[in-house]
């Protein structure tokens, strides 16, 4: 398949909700869209990097950077017949992880399209249905976290996670819990704590959680392995694990024993597969996370879910959920927690041509001719 233009697209879109972390609030999203065109198809992905360096230190503008200035140049007018070929061609470009996992997944796309088939028959997935479930953001107050919860759970969904931060964790996660004693129940920390708050964990490892995500810095393992020595509930590792290697590493150590995978913040399906292998090698379960994503980056989001070591809920709820109006079609929406995964070829969703121009912000065309110039 030989890699004639990419296209880069940037779209605004508001959530329907204004989602707060421990990082910062999200409610205006731009949507970066990558679109690899070749020998008469295309494939497309979205890049899940954030309007700012909160989550992880890639945004928007330095994914276009990353990919326009050095992805693009090294890949196209090249021919490559697998996805690992076109990962050799960027092995110099030292991570960027969300930059060149939306243009290899959107090559995926492309080869699955090709060959006629849905993406999660190429990445050997075993399910056609997903169990989903949300994550909510942090409330105003703990009667409202406790509204979004009882909502959720009874249109469904299959679990609940609750974003938790420094004077906002044991209270409304007791809350909730005793609302609902019976409720597969999770928190994601987004890095917010250190290892002198192990009194606070200790206090949410006697809540029944199914796990606790990301306790800990960015870029630690070793605290987290420290943490979960003290505790019963599992520890959930996500920003903490760029590649199938630190996965290794990080169940090696005993830093967690579940792991959230974001194709995006581990370079691509290649990695993805190869994390999930680690994972299922140690029994560790795993599930597919969330980047607020529109329909493009969910419907990937459902394809690498289909695996078998994809056991736990991922954070793949309704299109309607997020969005007055996605930009996909068919909408991707959950039925009693499950969604079905798109059965059409590649990613199996069409954009819906109209909306996308209406919400574009900015477009740039690379091909191959062009290469090198600026
Ligand atoms: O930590 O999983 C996370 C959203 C943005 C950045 C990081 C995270 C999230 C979510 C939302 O939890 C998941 C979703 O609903 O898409
Ligand atoms: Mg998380």
């Known amino acids: 398949m030989r890699i004639e233009q990419i296209e880069l697209r940037e779209l605004a879109m508001r959530l329907r909700f204004r989602f707060e972390t421990s990082f910062g609030v ?73 930059a060149v996992a939306a243009v290899e997944m959107a090559f995926w796309d492309l080869q699955a399209k090709a060959l006629g088939v849905p993406l999660w028959h190429l990445l050997g997935g075993v399910r056609t249905k997903v169990p989903v479930g949300v994550s909510i953001g942090i409330q105003p107050t703990v009667e409202a976290t406790i509204e979004q919860a009882r909502i959720h759970l009874e249109e469904g969904y299959r679990r609940v996670k609750l974003k938790i931060k420094p004077g906002w964790d044991v209270a409304p996660v007791r809350a909730v819990r005793e609302a609902f004693p019976d409720a597969d129940l999770t928190v994601d920390a987004n890095s917010a704590y250190r290892l002198v708050d192990v009194p606070i964990m200790r206090q949410l490892d006697t809540l029944d959680l199914a796990y606790i995500e990301q306790p800990l810095a960015h870029d630690d393992l070793i605290d987290h392995a420290a943490l ?41 399906y290649v990695a993805a597969r190869r994390l999930h292998e680690v994972a299922v090698s140690f029994g560790a379960p795993v599930w597919c996370g969330g980047m607020l994503e529109s329909g493009v980056g ?62 574009t912000q900015r477009i740039e065309i690379l091909t191959a001719d062009a290469k090198g110039c600026s």
């Open 26 to 98: 999200e409610q205006d999203r731009r949507i970066l869209l990558v679109t690899v065109r070749g020998e008469g198809g295309e494939g497309i992905a979205e890049c899940v990097a954030g309007e700012f360096p909160g989550y992880a230190y890639e945004t928007r503008d330095t994914a276009w950077s990353v990919i326009r200035e050095f992805v693009a140049p090294l890949i196209l007018g090249h021919d490559y017949a697998t996805p690992h070929q076109l990962l050799h061609d960027l092995r110099f470009v030292r991570g960027h992880n969300m």
């Open 228 to 268: 979960q020595g003290q505790l019963g509930t599992a520890i959930c590792l996500d920003e903490s694990i760029h590649s199938a290697e630190d996965a290794r590493k990080g169940l090696q150590i005993g830093a967690g024993r579940v792991i959230n995978v974001k194709v995006g913040r581990v370079r691509g």
């Open 298 to 359: 969910r419907a990937h989001n459902l394809h690498i879910s289909t695996l078998e070591g994809f056991v736990l809920p991922g954070d793949t709820s309704s299109a309607s959920r997020y969005w007055d109006a996605d930009i996909v079609e068919p909408l991707l929406e959950a039925v009693d927690g499950v969604q079905q995964v798109p059965s059409g070829p590649g990613i199996g969703v069409r954009l819906v041509a109209g909306l996308v121009e209406r919400l």
